[in-house]
């Protein structure tokens, strides 16, 4: 069954620094999305992603966050300068449309631990 | 905002029986979707109802969804061990792609 794949799984970073989180959607996805949830808290959406431009952001997008879609596999989340509280689970999620029909299948997730 | 929020917070029950989650949201929505997590782990999606739709069934699993009340159950028949696990209700709001999460309950099953 086809499944949405992220690396790294962990990832440790000095405050300061520049992380990338990558993410493999499914394949025949055209929606992608970014989620993140801070150590016992609730999911909240980042961002979403479609015809190669953001269709939403969420205010925690900040000008910090930006998202890639390099190639035709590959949706990356690219944080510039880390901050304590970006420490967090990433997930990533792809859905073949939105809207009624629209299941977003999420990845394992990049667990963030910023130093 | 169009936040689902879930109760119970947490439910223990007993191997075969059935548990009961329910979840509220505010404003309209296409669809609503139920997750799956495990501890530490990634969310499995479970089902999604839309918002024309009023019941669902996958499984051992049934979602109702009741617009006029703004609400959704989840309900696990013949409960598991390997169900313990966090439940997240989480909505799509008419004007957006975002998907809204609850707060989640944790349903342990004890065997």
């Known amino acids: 069954e086809p499944e949405v794949t992220q690396t790294p799984s962990h990832q440790v970073t000095q405050m300061g620094q520049e992380v990338i989180l990558r993410c493999v959607p499914i394949?025949?996805?055209?929606?992608f999305y970014w989620y993140r949830q801070i150590l016992g808290q609730k999911v909240e959406f980042l961002v979403s992603?479609?015809?190669?431009?953001?269709?939403?952001k969420s205010e925690i997008f900040d000008d910090q966050f930006s998202v890639e879609r390099p190639d035709g596999s590959n949706f990356t989340l690219k944080i510039r300068s880390t901050k304590l509280e970006d420490s967090a689970m990433y997930f990533c999620?792809?859905?073949?449309?939105?809207?009624?029909?629209?299941?977003?299948?999420f990845g394992p997730g990049t667990r963030l631990t910023v130093l | 905002s169009q936040q689902g929020e879930e109760d119970p917070q947490a439910l223990s029950i007993q191997e075969g029986e059935n548990a009961t989650m329910n979840c509220s949201y505010k404003?309209?929505?296409?669809?609503l979707q139920w997750y799956r997590q495990n501890s530490g782990r990634g969310l499995v999606h479970l089902i999604l109802?839309?918002?024309?739709?009023r019941e669902k069934h996958s499984g051992r699993l049934r979602v109702t969804l009741d617009t006029s009340k703004k609400s959704s159950s989840l309900l696990i028949t013949a409960s598991r061990a390997a169900d313990t696990a966090s439940y997240f209700c989480a909505t799509e709001g008419q004007a957006g792609t975002a998907l809204i999460f609850g707060k989640g309950t944790t349903l342990s099953v004890s065997s």
């Open positions: 394949s025949n996805h055209l929606y």
């Open positions: 404003t309209s929505i296409n669809n």
């Open positions: 999620a792809s859905s073949l449309t939105s809207g009624r029909a629209g299941e977003q299948f």
């Open positions: 992603f479609y015809n190669n431009e953001i269709s939403e």
């Open positions: 109802i839309r918002s024309n739709e």
